[in-house]
Protein backbone atom coordinates (compact mmCIF):
# COMPACT_ATOMS: atom_id res chain seq x y z
CA UNK A 1 0.00 0.00 0.00
CA UNK A 2 1.19 3.63 -1.05
CA UNK A 3 1.64 6.03 2.06
CA UNK A 4 -1.48 8.26 0.79
CA UNK A 5 -4.00 5.02 0.92
CA UNK A 6 -2.43 4.19 3.93
CA UNK A 7 -2.53 7.40 5.35
CA UNK A 8 -6.73 7.68 3.96
CA UNK A 9 -7.57 4.25 5.87
CA UNK A 10 -6.58 5.83 9.02
CA UNK A 11 -8.12 8.56 8.55
CA UNK A 12 -11.60 6.45 7.73
CA UNK A 13 -11.10 4.39 10.19
CA UNK A 14 -10.14 7.23 12.82
CA UNK A 15 -13.57 9.16 11.31
CA UNK A 16 -16.03 5.81 11.88
CA UNK A 17 -14.38 5.85 15.53
CA UNK A 18 -14.68 8.95 16.61
CA UNK A 19 -18.70 8.26 15.36
CA UNK A 20 -19.63 5.20 16.78
CA UNK A 21 -18.18 7.22 20.17
CA UNK A 22 -20.03 9.93 19.74
CA UNK A 23 -23.13 7.45 19.26
CA UNK A 24 -21.93 5.94 22.64
CA UNK A 25 -21.97 8.76 24.30
CA UNK A 26 -25.30 9.79 22.94
CA UNK A 27 -27.05 6.32 24.37
CA UNK A 28 -24.69 6.88 27.53
CA UNK A 29 -26.68 10.41 27.87
CA UNK A 30 -30.49 9.17 27.04
CA UNK A 31 -30.03 6.41 29.50
CA UNK A 32 -29.01 8.41 32.50
CA UNK A 33 -31.51 10.99 31.62
CA UNK A 34 -33.99 7.97 31.31
CA UNK A 35 -33.00 6.63 34.84
CA UNK A 36 -33.51 9.88 36.30
CA UNK A 37 -36.90 9.72 35.08
CA UNK A 38 -37.75 6.44 35.83
CA UNK A 39 -36.18 7.11 39.59
CA UNK A 40 -38.67 10.33 40.03
CA UNK A 41 -41.81 8.08 38.53
CA UNK A 42 -40.97 5.76 41.65
CA UNK A 43 -40.52 8.20 44.22
CA UNK A 44 -43.58 9.96 43.41
CA UNK A 45 -45.33 5.79 43.21
CA UNK A 46 -43.59 5.22 46.66
CA UNK A 47 -45.23 8.51 48.60
CA UNK A 48 -48.75 7.87 46.90
CA UNK A 49 -48.57 4.17 48.05
CA UNK A 50 -47.86 5.57 51.63
CA UNK A 51 -50.47 8.06 51.33
CA UNK A 52 -53.09 4.81 50.25
CA UNK A 53 -51.81 2.87 52.88
CA UNK A 54 -52.48 5.96 55.59
CA UNK A 55 -55.52 6.38 53.77
CA UNK A 56 -56.60 2.64 54.11
CA UNK A 57 -55.75 2.51 57.51
CA UNK A 58 -58.08 5.67 58.36
CA UNK A 59 -60.78 3.92 56.65
CA UNK A 60 -60.32 0.45 58.50
CA UNK A 61 -60.26 2.18 61.10
CA UNK A 62 -64.17 4.22 60.66
CA UNK A 63 -65.40 0.99 59.46
CA UNK A 64 -64.52 -0.81 62.83
CA UNK A 65 -65.34 2.39 64.70
CA UNK A 66 -69.16 2.50 62.78
CA UNK A 67 -69.22 -1.07 63.83
CA UNK A 68 -69.64 -0.63 67.18
CA UNK A 69 -72.37 -0.74 69.43
CA UNK A 70 -71.89 1.90 71.21
CA UNK A 71 -71.50 3.49 67.88
CA UNK A 72 -74.65 1.98 66.41
CA UNK A 73 -76.44 3.22 69.67
CA UNK A 74 -75.08 6.83 69.81
CA UNK A 75 -76.12 7.30 66.19
CA UNK A 76 -80.10 6.65 67.19
CA UNK A 77 -79.57 8.86 70.07
CA UNK A 78 -78.51 11.40 67.57
CA UNK A 79 -80.38 10.93 63.89
CA UNK A 80 -83.66 9.40 65.88
CA UNK A 81 -83.84 11.45 69.04
CA UNK A 82 -83.86 8.08 71.40
CA UNK A 83 -83.51 8.84 74.52
CA UNK A 84 -81.97 5.97 77.02
CA UNK A 85 -84.17 5.82 80.34
CA UNK A 86 -83.59 3.94 83.37
CA UNK A 87 -83.84 0.39 82.86
CA UNK A 88 -83.76 0.42 78.96
CA UNK A 89 -83.31 -2.69 77.07
CA UNK A 90 -82.00 -1.41 73.77
CA UNK A 91 -82.48 -4.11 71.33
CA UNK A 92 -80.14 -3.91 67.99
CA UNK A 93 -81.45 -5.31 64.75
CA UNK A 94 -78.61 -5.96 61.98
Known sequence: MTQSKLTNMVKLITAIATALLLILVCIIIYQY???GSLNSKSSALDKQI???SVTETELREGI???SSDAYIEQQA???LGLVE???DNI???S
Open 64 to 66: NRR
Open 50 to 52: EQN
Open 91 to 93: YIL
Open 77 to 79: RES
Open 85 to 87: EEG
Open 33 to 35: VKI
